[in-house]
């Protein structure tokens, strides 16, 4: 499959489509999710055109796989979450519920999230 540029996380880092930013650098954007599922909800993008973690951790330099990864971490620690927890979900490919073809993270936080 290839990149759709038109997606809309890739609108999003092009500034087309508004977004609650969290946080933002050379390598990752991060935003509140507009159906939120946890009382923190945000999702982390890499700003370069990756389908899917699968695709990021083949196609990636290993600085931005090294970016990205750290920008989690310390979104997470921006958000209060380190302390008590959090989880991250990152669906790939249809049969996981993957909605849009760029990978991203579900950062979920600021309560209890069960098992």
Known sequence: MAYDPNNI????LRKEIPARTV???DFALAF???A???PIHVLVIP???YISIADFGETAS??????FWRAVSKIAEEQGLTHDGFRLISNSGPNSGQEVPHF????FGGTFLGV
């Not at 290993?62 to 970016?67: A, G, S």
């Open 47 to 49: 700003k370069g055109p």
């Open 36 to 38: 939120p599922k946890a």
């Open 9 to 12: 996380f890739a609108r999003i």
């Open 23 to 25: 946080y933002e650098d």
């Open 62 to 67: 290993p600085e931005e796989i090294t970016c």
């Open 32 to 34: 509140h999710d507009i």
């Open 104 to 107: 991203h993270v579900h950062l």
